[in-house]
């Protein structure tokens, strides 16, 4: 719903009638600026992070070659209740990236042959739309460890950049060498945002939590909802009677 | 315009919403703490609208 939210506010802003923005619901990304004369059509992708969660459960796992343009991005959303517990939802703060350095980093962070792995979506440009697959995917090595040493030395015969993560044809070839020699099993907890080590997301987290809101530091708020704090029942009980 | 000054102008817009409310839902206040305690809202990890 903040992505509707999103989308109706960006309307707001006098385009000169050269496009207006829309919401692409199931597509990647949720929100696209629809023009015949802007081209490529901005995109941007709109996550949303509630600060007392334990982490932001947002993930990304698009690939690259999708915005090989720089035409989208990511916006990080953050918000609260009004009152913490209730109220309409308010936003704290706000961070804006672009999504190849958000999959750049995502790329560098996981992708670590021959443990893990990263893949490419297989090319399905020709199905329909609702068909075609954008996420990449990780995979897990589960073999013994002499089949690890037997791997490791594969990926050093790849030479000096055989680590570093291409979207090249040549190199997912490879990588599936690797699949189809050794046991992997494939990593469903993978790419979320939190994790990814982005510089400027994680500055941007940081700030977020510790953030003064209706008293406390966020930080401070989700100790007190998660019951590690001794000031407890008297803060939630303000907020009930406030 | 290029695409690169509708993202730029987009993206600052979206910068500029701190402090703005959502018009998209008002949890109910709880009426007393043991309720908030029990409702799914209590459970950190649902929190996504």
Known sequence: ?242 | MKYTEVLSIASKEILLLNGRFLPVIDIAKPTTLGNWQKSSLSSRHYWEI
């Open chain 1, 1 to 242: 719903m903040i992505e509707f939210s999103t989308v109706d506010l960006l309307n707001t802003y006098d385009w000169n009638n050269i496009g207006s923005w829309h919401r692409q619901d199931t597509d990647f990304p949720d929100a696209i600026f629809k023009s015949e004369t802007v081209l490529p059509n901005p995109r941007i992708e709109i996550k949303t992070w509630f600060p007392l969660a334990t982490e932001i459960t947002a993930r990304f796992k698009d690939s690259v070659l999708h915005f090989a343009d720089d035409q989208i991005n990511v916006a990080m959303i953050a918000w609260l209740p009004k009152f913490v517990l209730w109220g309409k939802p308010v936003i704290v703060d706000t961070w804006i990236g672009s999504a190849s350095s958000v999959a750049a980093t995502r790329y560098a962070h996981y992708h670590r042959p021959p443990d893990y792995l990263v893949f490419e979506p297989e090319d399905t440009s020709s199905r329909t739309i609702n068909l075609q697959q954008t996420n990449t995917n990780k995979y897990k090595f589960q073999g013994s460890p002499a089949d690890f040493e037997r791997a490791k030395k594969i990926v050093d015969s790849w030479g000096d950049d055989g680590k570093v993560y291409s979207t090249s044809h040549d190199y997912q070839i490879k990588l599936q060498g690797l699949l189809g020699n050794f046991s992997y099993r494939l990593d469903t907890n993978f790419a979320k945002m939190d994790r990814i080590e982005h510089t400027s997301l994680e500055e941007f987290k940081t700030s977020v939590v510790n953030t003064v809101y209706r008293g406390h530091k966020i930080r401070q708020w989700s100790r007190i909802l998660s019951r590690q704090d001794n000031v407890l029942d008297e803060e939630l009980l303000r907020l009930i009677n406030d």
